[in-house]
Every structure is written in C-alpha cells, then in structure tokens.
C-alpha cells in the first residue's frame, strides 16, 4: 500500500502528463519512461498496475484523431506476434521478484538510449529495404513481452513500422492502434496476477484528468512541437530513471 501524498503526486502527475505526451504524439516509444519515473517511488508491480489503466485511457482519447489513418496490414503483423508476446510476459512475470523487475524496467530504459544514440552516432544503420512480414510479427512478439514487463513496447514496434516508411502520422495512428489492441490484452493477466486494488484504482482515478490533458498535449504537439527537443528530454529522464532502478536491484 503506497500513500497518495504530495511526494507521490508530485512524481506520478508529470509522468502520467509525459505518457499522454507521447503517446498522443510520439509514436509512445517512450511513454514507458512514465513507469520507470513511478518505479522510482513505488513498487515495480505497483507501478506497472498503475500505469496501465492511465494507458488505456490515453489510448482511447489519442484513437479519434488517428481514427483510419493507420496502415492496417502493418498493425495486423504487429498483432500476431503480440499476444503471444503479452502471454510470454505474464508467465515471466509469475517468477519474477521486484529486483528482477527494476533490473529489466531499468536495463530497457537504458537500451533504448542506447540504441537511439547508436543510430545517431551512425553506428546503427537504418534498413534499406523494408522488412519482411515475418519481421513484423517478431517485432509485435518482442513488443507484446516488453509491454508487459515494463510498458516498454513501443521501441520494437518503432522498429519495424519505420522500415516500412510509413508517413509520420500513419506511424502514429498505428503505434496508437496496435497499443490499444495489447494494453487491451494485459489487462486481463495483469488482474489475474493480483496487480490491481482498490487503492491503485482510486489512485487512477485521480489522475486520468492528467492522463486526458497529456494525451490533448501530445495530439496537438505532434503538428507543432519539435521531436527532437521532445525525444531529448525523454532520453535524459530514461537514463537517469534506469541508472536508479539497476542500481536499487543491484543494492
């Protein structure tokens, strides 16, 4: 049981702001960053139960705008792999304790910064072909197992929606659509697995008008606000979140 205080507040209201953001206009590979922020002050599970419903609102409020604008046979590959993915990660889940869950929440939020400066540096290169469907449903597969350990699936999704050079807002309505369908998906095990209470819902349900304002932000920041200085502040927090949470597993 966590306290709904000022610290907590103070943390979870920014993050659940910084999920809508992102979600709303960012292609939401780094809406996790909002989990790895409560890790900080609540338990790992506690979190992850946390985030996920303030998820789904911000995914039905960012549907309308995109609403068709996705690229359908893409997001149909992205499905395929992902629920075997989601049923992958509640069976982990079952054997993980909360240091195993820092460590994986921390070592994904760290591998993302990684990977993005890996590609900026040119040291990873973009695919100059687009990837096959079979590539798709490896990547929905990965991003079924990361989102449900840590929210984190947006990355691999990223991945091969970008090869397949999709317009910026096609790759937005997509990312939007296919979290929908797999936050959809973990509710179910995530209730299952005990992570949902009374007050984890009551702590939900203070904080979805931020999770609303957060995703009206990012729709709109999506037409005007610059990715690059967006994505920035994202990878400052992600490293800095993920430098805290391996090393409270590791200590």
């Known amino acids: 049981m966590f306290e709904l205080n000022l610290m907590f507040f103070a943390v979870a209201i920014p993050a659940v702001i910084f999920a809508g953001i992102s979600k709303g206009g960012f292609g939401s590979g780094v809406a996790f960053a909002s989990s790895s922020i409560l890790a900080l002050i609540l338990d790992p599970g506690q979190a992850l139960a ?3 419903p303030i998820l789904m609102v911000i995914d039905v409020a960012t549907l309308g705008p995109y609403w068709k604008r996705w690229s359908w046979p893409d997001a149909r590959l992205l499905f395929l792999g992902a629920l075997p993915g989601v049923a992958l990660g509640a069976l982990l889940f079952r054997a993980t304790n909360d240091d195993l869950l820092r460590l994986l929440i921390g070592g994904i939020s760290i591998g993302f910064v990684i990977w993005h400066l ?18 798709g449903v490896f990547a929905g597969l990965v991003a079924g197992f990361t ?3 840590s ?17 910026k807002t096609e790759f937005q309505a997509s990312t939007v659509l296919v979290f929908w369908v797999i936050n959809i998906a ?4 995530y209730a299952f697995l ?4 009374w007050h984890t819902a009551w702590a939900d349900l203070l904080l979805t008008p931020f999770a609303i304002l957060g995703a009206w932000l990012g729709v709109r ?10 994505f920035g502040i994202a990878y ?4 800095l979140t993920g430098s805290k949470l391996i090393w409270d597993a590791f200590t």
């Open 221 to 230: 920041a999506h037409f005007m606000m610059s990715e690059r200085l967006f």
């Open 186 to 189: 973990k509710f179910v095990p």
């Open 118 to 135: 890996a590609q900026t540096r040119g040291w990873v290169r973009g695919f100059a072909n687009r990837l096959p469907p079979s590539a």
């Open 50 to 52: 946390l985030m996920l």
């Open 151 to 167: 929210h984190a699936g947006g990355p691999p999704a990223a991945v091969y929606l970008l090869s397949q050079r999709l317009s």
């Open 236 to 239: 400052v927090l992600l490293t």
């Open 194 to 197: 005990g992570l949902f209470t």
């Open 147 to 149: 989102s449900f350990v």
